[in-house]
């Protein structure tokens, strides 16, 4: 279960390729615009306040997230709603996906509805974690599939479940679409005892924690802080923790 409190801990470094995403979509007036995967909602609100004439709307399959971000109260709707199932019978002018397609294993036919869901001249912006080769996931990997682990979660390997900016493309180009795609790669100066750990512990590692019990997090996050810690060692000023994003921006 996704906790909002946990995946704030790292908001000024999440919600930055946000902004470089949307810095890229040149929309001057939209009508309907809609947060796909707005988790809690901070980042929706700034939507409506570069827009203020739009609608706007966010959904998140978290009820716990969705509930975080009906308390901010303001002129955005929240609802709860899948990314695979949603759809809506009006044309979007604006449609943003702020890491949320990487979960989805069949986010390329989503793509494909979305775009067909836009207005003419509508704009889809979105990006994934690039990072699934990082120390970080093969950490996590391998732990999984150890003797000690693996009759419980020896099947959690999720492959590359994102694509790079040439497969996003060469995608959205065949729908018709002019397209600015790209990466980049951060490197996050993280704080604290086991920042890495805790990082993950908001992305990541949820689906492996959502298959434990209470006392199988702790052992399991326990033993993988040693490997944490020597893929990503602290330095004087910080723990730097290198992450690659891939970025779409794509006008119908």
């Known amino acids: 279960m996704w906790d909002p409190d946990v995946y704030a801990r790292y908001g000024d470094e999440r919600s930055r390729p946000f902004f470089e995403l949307l810095a890229r979509v040149k929309a001057e007036r939209p009508a309907y615009v809609v947060d796909a995967g707005c988790g809690s909602g901070e980042l929706t609100a700034t939507l409506a306040a570069r827009w203020p004439e739009a609608e706007v709307l966010g959904f998140d399959s978290s009820r716990a997230m969705i509930s975080k971000a009906r308390e901010r109260g303001g002129e955005v709707a929240f609802t709860v709603a899948d990314v695979t199932t949603w759809h809506t019978d009006r044309p979007i002018d604006v449609l943003v996906s702020n890491a949320v397609l990487q979960w989805v294993p069949e986010h390329r036919a ?35 599939a150890s003797p000690a682990w693996a009759d419980r979660l020896g099947d959690h390997d999720r492959g590359r479940p994102a694509g790079d900016p040439v497969e996003y493309l060469d995608l959205l180009s065949g729908l018709g679409c002019r397209v600015d ?28 924690l959502d298959r434990l019990d209470e006392d199988e997090r702790e052992r399991f996050t326990a033993e993988l802080a040693g490997p944490l810690a020597r893929a990503y060692p602290a330095a004087p000023y910080g723990t730097p923790f290198p992450f690659r994003r891939v970025f779409a921006v794509a006008r119908r």
């Open 181 to 208: 795609a790209w990466e980049t790669t951060y490197v996050h100066v993280l704080e604290g005892e086991d920042p890495v750990l805790g990082w993950v512990r908001g992305t990541a590692l949820r689906p492996v």
């Open 110 to 144: 989503v793509i494909e509805r979305w775009v067909d869901a836009l207005s003419p001249g509508g704009w889809l912006a979105f990006q994934v974690p690039g990072n699934h080769d990082a120390p970080s996931h093969a950490a996590i990997r391998e732990l999984c």
